[in-house]
């Protein structure tokens, strides 16, 4: 365990700070807006409509939120670890009560300048949440019932608010996120094996208490052409887009499973589809090396922190980066079931690239500050 002294009183002046970023971060999560924002242009049928509009709105007004964000203190972060999981939880309960319904979904509540989905902020709030729980433990401690049972009602509260709306990919996600804290926070391993042989174990269960809509998912995932006009129209649809595409793709703008409107939803979680088709292989390999890069640069900077903090939430937030890319990837080439997983920035939706917004600050804000040492 990292021994912590006093937070350092020395403040840094606003070029130091600027030198201090990650230009090399930085610079991808550019080139991935740039990309993502060209794609919408094309989901468009290139033309700038509402989605592209909307996009690029969004991609500036965070963009400009994370530089902001970058050069507030980690120490600031830190203090408000656990009021902003208190603050999202309040808003899961706003969302339950008051909340926008849209597709049988109760998930949205309206804030007048954003229709709010709480539960994606619980991806990155969750992590900053118990990052500061371990932040002063001692090792000794990290393994106590105590600590354990702490650790589970922190992830599991969020889970149950976002799964009655019901929304169970984007709960399984949030949950996710908090199981990669507890990992790099030194939680017994033995823990995560009992976990997961007690997962496949209830799995029949788990599957007999699903709504109807979610065993569909999953029995189109194991057999999409048991209903190929229905339930798995779009992942079938998806799957000819990807092969289509080839080794160079189609070219910009000539998606033909796209433009002749055989991909529905193409501009949210099945963003990579389109994509594929127009670029191929060549285009979604650079597009992984981007990611790859990102989640590179964020490990890294939480290995040249000297806050504790710091680190797990780098570690933690580069690991869910990976979970939420992995998951989405594998949605779309029908290796997982369709759980609603949005591709970071890339996807269409205000919540999910607000929320990456933020954790990319928060990791910017380690970095521009990573001498800082948290009692």
Avoid at 51 to 71: A, E, G
Avoid at 287 to 308: N, P
Wanted: proline share 3%.
């Amino acid at each position: 365990m990292y021994q912590h002294t006093r937070l350092t009183t020395n403040r840094l002046g606003f070029f130091q700070k600027f030198r201090n970023f990650d230009y090399i971060l930085l610079f991808c999560i550019l080139i991935l807006g740039f990309i993502s924002l060209a794609t919408m242009y094309s989901t468009d049928g290139g033309e700038v409509l509402f989605h592209t509009r909307s996009h690029f709105v969004k991609l500036i007004v965070f963009t400009f939120m994370m530089l902001i964000i970058s050069f507030i203190n980690i120490k600031f972060w830190f203090s408000i670890g656990y009021l902003t999981y208190l603050a999202v939880i309040g808003l899961l309960i706003a969302t339950y009560l008051f909340g926008i319904t849209s597709s049988g979904s109760q998930r949205w509540i309206n804030l007048y300048f954003i229709n709010l989905q709480p539960s994606e902020l619980m991806k990155v709030f969750i992590i900053l949440c118990l990052a500061k729980y371990f932040h002063r433990m001692k090792i000794e401690n990290v393994n106590s019932i105590y600590t354990i049972l702490t650790s589970l009602i922190i992830i599991v509260l969020p889970m149950g608010l976002v799964i009655v709306q019901p929304d169970l990919g984007t709960s399984v996600l949030i949950g996710i996120s908090g199981i990669a804290v507890l990992w790099f926070a030194g939680i017994n391993h033995k823990y995560f094996i009992y976990t997961v042989l007690g997962f496949v174990i209830s799995l029949p269960f788990i599957i007999a208490f699903l709504k109807p809509y979610q065993k569909l998912r999953v029995l189109t995932f194991l057999n999409p052409d048991r209903d190929p006009l229905g339930a798995g129209y779009q992942i079938i649809q998806s799957k000819i887009a990807v092969g289509s595409g080839g080794i160079f793709g189609k070219g910009f703008l000539k998606g033909t499973q796209s433009y002749l409107e055989f991909l529905p939803e193409k501009h949210t979680d099945f963003i990579f589809t389109l994509f594929s088709e127009e670029f191929g292989f060549v285009g979604s390999a650079l597009l992984l090396v981007i990611y790859a890069i990102i989640i590179y640069r964020i490990i890294a900077i939480g290995a040249s922190c000297r806050s504790y903090f710091a680190k797990i939430f780098c570690y933690s937030f580069g690991v869910a980066i990976f979970v939420f890319i992995t998951i989405n990837m594998s949605m779309v080439l029908g290796l997982l079931p369709i759980v609603g997983s949005p591709l970071p920035i890339m996807s269409y939706g205000g919540s999910s690239m607000l929320a990456t917004m933020i954790g990319f600050g928060i990791v910017m804000s380690a970095r521009v500050h990573n001498q800082q040492i948290i009692a």
